[in-house]
T-cell receptor
């Protein structure tokens, strides 16, 4: 079934660790996005990509990086996690028609 | 810059009453306006959208209206039910092709 998948769904790690949040979509979409969201609050765009080898920073300053080597895969990496990174991270993708489909999210807690 | 303002931030109604959420946008070139519903602990999901060549769109108990001259659009939910309780986000496509989200409205429907 065409969908967006995120792993892990929950992650608890210590300060200073390097982590990668995975996002894959089987919908064939060119555009992909990463959002940071505290529960029930605003969606903050942190990175986006309009295709392979294309990545841009979003509106929220972030210490994370992304890569887009394959159309279906858009991982987010934090080189050194801090307690301020504790949040939910949502991946999304969209076709040319602009509707965005969201993944289930990764809840990150940094101790 | 591109901006979407959403009001109110919280809304409480009695079951069976109507609920209205309003958004204004800044980019006059915006031509796509989706609404997302996010239930507690779930991913945002599209519930209705409208394009700039249409003034109103309806789907059962929900409707969206668009006033391009005034640059605002609204979500109307009639005959509200407890399962309508959620956070609702409006959005507008910006000049860069990114979706710009509003701040969100927490709707509580009291039985």
């Amino acid at each position: 079934e065409a969908d967006i998948y995120q792993t892990p769904r929950y992650l608890v790690i210590g300060t200073g660790k390097k982590i990668t949040l995975e996002c894959s979509q089987t919908m064939g979409h060119d555009k992909m996005y990463w959002y940071q969201q505290d529960p029930g609050m605003e969606l903050h765009l942190i990175h986006y990509s309009y295709g392979v080898n294309s990545t841009e920073k979003g509106d929220l300053s972030s210490e994370s990086t992304v890569s887009r080597i394959r159309t279906e895969h858009f991982p987010l990496t934090l080189e050194s996690a801090r307690p301020s990174h504790t949040s939910q991270y949502l991946c999304a993708s969209s076709p040319v028609g602009n509707e965005q489909f969201f993944g289930p999210g990764t809840r990150l807690t940094v101790l | 810059g591109e901006n979407v303002e959403q009001h109110p931030s919280t809304l409480s109604v009695q079951e069976g009453d109507s609920a209205v959420i309003k958004c204004t946008y800044s980019d006059s070139a915006s031509n796509y306006f989706p609404w997302y519903k996010q239930e507690l602990g779930k991913r945002p999901q599209l519930i209705i959208d409208i394009r700039s060549n249409v003034g109103e769109k309806k789907d059962q108990r929900i409707a969206v209206t668009l006033n391009k001259t005034a640059k605002h659009f609204s979500l109307h939910i009639t005959e509200t039910q407890p399962e309508d309780s959620a956070v609702y986000f409006c959005a507008a496509i910006g000049g860069t092709g990114k979706l710009i989200f509003g701040q969100g409205t927490t709707l509580q429907v009291k039985p």
